[in-house]
């Protein structure tokens, strides 16, 4: 299923939700039964999980779904999930820089210390378009529909909160 005004015809949708319902809508008229193998990309992938959970709670079978490079902001992963990830960070880097000299020690630790930085203020910071800045900085020259569903997907981003979903993700 192709993102909602990526032809230029109609308007992107700007919620995960009404993407979920409007794409379903679009899978269930060629398939109307189960099983359903859903996947996605990036942005899709929330998609995907949404409308997995609808077809679950309406006692379809679905495959695993497959995900590929689909964010969940670490604001919404639970504190011990997120410290276990800082504990590991801090465990790599300790790993790169023992026996390193001053100047390569020096080097790797304010880099990885810049990194974690930066993980502790996605977490914390509520502003979604500045988050997503460094990942579309370089887009000025999309075409103005391509430009209109990228905005589309950032503010459906900003909106959503994912919900737990008991369901296998590969």
């Known amino acids: 299923v192709q993102a909602r005004g990526v032809a230029g015809n109609v308007q992107p949708l700007r919620s995960v939700h009404e993407m ?4 379903l809508e679009a899978v269930r008229a060629l398939q109307p039964r ?3 193998l859903i996947g996605g990309y990036s ?3 929330l998609v ?7 077809l679950l709670a309406q006692g379809e079978r679905v495959l695993p779904l497959p995900l590929l490079d689909t964010l969940i902001e ?3 992963w639970r504190t011990s999930v997120w410290l276990q990830m800082l504990r590991y960070r801090l465990r790599v880097l300790y ?6 000299g001053p100047r390569e020690f ?30 579309y ?20 981003v900003a909106a959503y909160t994912p919900r737990f979903l008991d369901h296998p993700i590969h």
């Open 137 to 156: 900085n370089d887009d000025e020259q999309l075409p103005p529909t391509l430009r209109a569903v990228q905005e589309a997907g950032i503010e459906a």
């Open 106 to 135: 020096l080097r790797i630790s304010v880099t990885r210390f810049m990194s974690l930085v930066e993980h502790v203020m996605r977490r914390y910071d509520s502003n979604v378009r500045r988050r997503f800045a460094m990942l």
């Open 95 to 100: 790993a790169d820089v023992r026996g390193a």
């Open 74 to 76: 670490s604001k919404f």
């Open 20 to 23: 979920a319902r409007t794409y």
């Open 48 to 54: 995907a999980l949404e409308m997995a959970r609808t």
């Open 43 to 45: 942005l899709g992938g």
């Open 34 to 36: 189960g099983p359903y």
